[in-house]
T-cell receptor, first 112, second 108 residues
Framework: KAGVTQTPRYLIKTRGQQVTLSCSPI?????VSWYQQTPGQGLQFLFE???????NKGNFPGRFSGRQFSNSRSEMNVSTLELGDSALYLC???????????FGNGTRLTVT | GIQVEQSPPDLILQEGANSTLRCNFS?????LQWFHQNPWGQLINLFY???GTKQNGRLSATTVATERYSLLYISSSQTTDSGVYFC??????????FGTGTSLTVIP
């Protein structure tokens, strides 16, 4: 099986712009979750989608949003980018709760 | 949310040495997982271990759910084991809380 695929791998954006990141989960996995990793805050949960419904949401501002499509692929969007949004964004998929979580290679976002 | 404490924060080993990494949790353990992040940033799932002991090659993990902690053992370490090791726990779906990690450097 192919692993979790994230695109693009790298992005450079300017403050105030918006960005969309994409994630394709492992085939058959219905849960997709997103995490932000920064040197200062570590790995922080953004949100989780299961069968196209947002199941959980972390403590991030409304500028961060996401969605999941019927084929389980997911996108996350960040609007009005700030310098502090520079981070590695990781997508993970799993079959269900209480099963191993598998991560993609991440998208490294730099906001200038 | 769940507080996750990892120790030690940093570890330097000679190739061939053994090590033990620890995670303590503030809440009940239901969905505990261990990950290795390689120098290129990729997070690899090592173990899904809500309780008991599991082994995978030179790695093994033990979780004592009643005492809210988990241990990761690395035996006969190799340079490819270098990276950051994270433990994580969730109490709601796949909303995981991660520790701050143990940074391991294995010297040839």
């Amino acid at each position: 099986k192919a692993g979790v695929t994230q695109t693009p791998r790298y992005l450079i954006k300017t403050r105030g712009q918006q960005v969309t990141l994409s994630c394709s989960p492992i085939s058959g996995h219905r849960s997709v979750s997103w995490y932000q990793q920064t040197p200062g805050q570590g790995l922080q949960f953004l949100f989780e989608y299961f069968s196209e419904t947002q199941r959980n949401k972390g403590n991030f501002p409304g500028r961060f949003s996401g969605r999941q499509f019927s084929n389980s692929r997911s996108e996350m969007n960040v609007s009005t980018l700030e310098l502090g949004d520079s981070a590695l964004y990781l997508c993970a998929s799993s079959d269900q709760w209480n099963s191993p979580l598998h991560f993609g290679n991440g998208t490294r976002l730099t906001v200038t | 949310g769940i507080q996750v404490e990892q120790s030690p924060p940093d570890l330097i080993l000679q190739e061939g040495a053994n090590s033990t990494l620890r995670c303590n949790f503030s809440d009940s353990v239901n969905n505990l997982q261990w990950f290795h992040q390689n120098p290129w940033g990729q997070l690899i799932n090592l173990f899904y271990i809500p309780s008991g002991t599991k082994q995978n090659g030179r790695l093994s993990a033990t979780t004592v759910a009643t005492e809210r902690y988990s241990l990761l053992y690395i035996s006969s370490s190799q340079t490819t084991d270098s990276g950051v090791y994270f433990c994580a726990e969730s109490n709601t779906g796949n909303q995981f809380y991660f520790g701050t990690g143990t940074s391991l450097t294995v010297i040839p």
